[in-house]
């Protein structure tokens, strides 16, 4: 985790095994989690790009699932995002659903860091 660090006020996007993306002060900060997202983070080295996964129509909050990025076994976070498959609770990938995983990957918004610590591939049918 970055340091100094806040389990409570601290805001961070976990982007490596080691590197996380703090707060920017832009409106990428007011993002928030949903357990049925219309976007992910696609991370390809120290690069970010949020893409949308569904068609978003004008005026609709932006919302990726955090679980996505996350992989340190050390912070989670009580789930009130009010969507039918809320999981009440976020925390790292590896604990998802393995189906949700498996279409969290071919929508390709799962980081390589993530995909080698779990022994996942891209390449599911």
């Known amino acids: 985790m970055p340091t100094p660090y806040n389990k409570v006020e601290s805001?961070?996007?976990?982007?490596?095994?080691?590197?996380?993306?703090g707060p920017s002060g832009g409106l990428n900060d007011f993002l928030n989690h949903l357990c049925n997202p219309n976007s992910g983070l696609k991370i390809e080295g120290k690069r970010v790009t949020l893409i949308a996964i569904k068609n978003i129509k004008k005026g609709k909050e932006i919302k990726w699932d955090y679980s996505?990025?996350?992989?340190?076994?050390?912070?989670?976070?009580?789930?009130?995002?009010?969507s039918k498959n809320c999981r009440k609770r976020i925390k790292d990938f590896k604990y998802l659903p393995k189906k949700l995983r498996q279409k969290y990957i071919k929508l390709r918004i799962v980081p390589e860091y993530i995909l080698k610590d779990i022994g996942e591939t891209r390449n599911i049918n």
């Open 68 to 82: 996505t990025t996350m992989d340190e076994d050390d912070w989670e976070l009580d789930c009130k995002c009010g």
């Open 11 to 21: 805001h961070y996007v976990q982007i490596s095994k080691n590197l996380y993306m």
